[in-house]
């Protein structure tokens, strides 16, 4: 009987003290659940950064990676929410930017200058999918190079009934010392110089006729302006050239910047389609007067010819009869008279005909014309009287235009 009340005694008093831990320990345990709410399950490491070089600032581009706690070891790639995120990132010295997000990766994109160091700070708060925050704050460093040399021509043909002294203009930075070469494109390998890749400019289809070297005043990483005269290749008369432009280093090394092409020629043509037939105008790029006895020849991509004729003394026209229906298909018409040399590839001429075009007349519809406005571009320097002209064609669609269908207007 004693030994029972003690047994209970016991059990009372251990019964009390379980309860009496558990009401002490309960508002900590809820404490405990409360903070591992609040600890994000992901979080953002920030990576290296990056300059990428635009046309005059940088972009930065910033790595980033997502942790998952209950996977330490692994990491995904990171997408920050772009709308919010400026917030979160300090640039000294200070820059207006806007972030772009991206896979693992996003990036800054603002004025960001040519060699010029820059803090990039980015503040615990800033968040990508997935839940995820960055928790800490870093702080990065990244200096941005120079802007690599560059040289852009301000046209990529000219058309010049004679040269005057006409000039190719361009832009370059960084650029010091060059070399300017001189390819003519001879009339048969006109075909594979039009079908190959024209800014390489291979030495199977082009030879160098005359090369000389120019000297830039750089700017530090400012862009300058300057020319090139065509005075050097006056002397091979009328043709096709193209003008490479490489730079020149100190260890005799040659790094291609840019090219442009050049047909001096005295031959402008008009075609114009009729069935399967093709009508074809030749006329002066001086002055649009009447330019008979031209020898047009069609070829196609394979440089074989598939139809010819010869503009007459009568309104300098021709037809290419049944053109049009040949199993092998046109690709340009080559334009001669003497030693003049021109051409005309359809694919440069091919008019779009499409409802979505708002605000384009579709050509041939009925009584409007397909109207063109040709002028002399300022990108030809050396033209004593630049003339701007307008050329109406096709005014009135009819079913055989033996007539030359454009009118010139000063």
């Known amino acids: 009987m004693i030994k029972t009340r003690f047994y209970n005694i016991v059990f009372f008093v251990y019964a009390l003290a379980l309860i009496s831990f558990s009401m002490i320990t309960m508002p900590n345990t809820a404490f405990s659940q409360h903070e591992t709410k609040n600890v994000p399950s992901s979080s953002i490491d920030i990576g290296n950064i990056e300059a990428q070089e635009g046309s005059d600032f940088?972009?930065?581009?910033?790595?980033?990676?997502?942790?998952?706690?209950?996977?330490?070891?692994?990491?995904?790639?990171?997408?920050?929410?772009?709308a919010e995120a400026a917030e979160y990132i300090q640039v000294e010295p200070k820059v207006e930017f806007q972030v772009v997000a991206g896979s693992s990766r996003f990036r800054?994109?603002?004025?960001?200058?040519?060699?010029?160091?820059?803090?990039?700070?980015?503040?615990p708060g800033l968040r990508a999918e997935h839940q995820a925050v960055l928790t800490t704050r870093v702080a990065k460093t990244i200096q941005t190079p120079g802007l690599k040399p560059t040289l852009r021509f301000l046209g990529r043909a000219r058309y010049v009934p004679r040269l005057q002294g006409a000039v190719l203009p361009f832009e370059a930075r960084n650029v010091e010392h060059l070399r300017v070469s001189f390819r003519q494109v001879f009339p048969q390998n006109l075909i594979f110089w039009l079908t190959k890749n024209q800014e390489e400019t291979p030495t199977d289809v082009a030879e160098e006729v005359a090369h000389t070297e120019l000297r830039l005043q750089r700017k530090g990483e400012e862009k300058i302006s300057s020319h090139i005269s065509l005075d050097t290749i006056e002397k091979f008369g009328q043709g096709v050239f193209q003008v490479i432009v490489e730079r020149l280093d100190n260890t005799d090394g040659h790094t291609r910047l840019d090219s442009a092409t050049v047909v001096i020629t005295d031959i402008a043509a008009v075609a114009k389609q009729d069935g399967d037939d093709l009508y074809v105008w030749t006329r002066s790029a001086v002055d649009m007067r009447a330019r008979p006895g031209v020898q047009v020849q069609a070829r196609t991509y394979n440089n074989r010819a598939i139809a010819s004729c010869t503009t007459s003394d009568d309104d300098a026209?021709?037809?290419?009869?049944?053109?049009?229906?040949?199993?092998?298909?046109?690709?340009?018409?080559?334009?001669?008279?003497?030693?003049?040399?021109?051409?005309?590839?359809?694919?440069?001429?091919?008019?779009?005909?499409?409802?979505?075009?708002?605000?384009?007349?579709?050509?041939?519809?009925?009584?409007?014309?397909?109207?063109?406005?040709?002028?002399?571009?300022?990108g030809v320097y050396g033209l004593e009287k630049p003339s701007i002209w307008g050329l109406w064609c096709g005014r009135r669609p009819t079913r055989r235009p033996r007539e030359y269908p454009c009118s010139g207007r000063f």
């Open 108 to 123: 800054l994109v603002g004025a960001f200058a040519p060699r010029t160091t820059y803090s990039i700070t980015f503040l």
């Open 58 to 82: 940088f972009t930065l581009e910033v790595r980033c990676f997502i942790r998952f706690r209950e996977r330490s070891s692994e990491a995904e790639s990171c997408d920050v929410l772009a």
């Open 317 to 378: 026209g021709c037809v290419l009869k049944g053109l049009l229906r040949q199993s092998q298909k046109p690709y340009a018409l080559i334009l001669t008279a003497g030693h003049d040399l021109s051409y005309l590839r359809f694919s440069d001429v091919e008019i779009v005909d499409e409802r979505v075009h708002a605000g384009l007349r579709p050509y041939a519809e009925a009584g409007v014309a397909l109207e063109a406005y040709v002028y002399a571009s300022r």
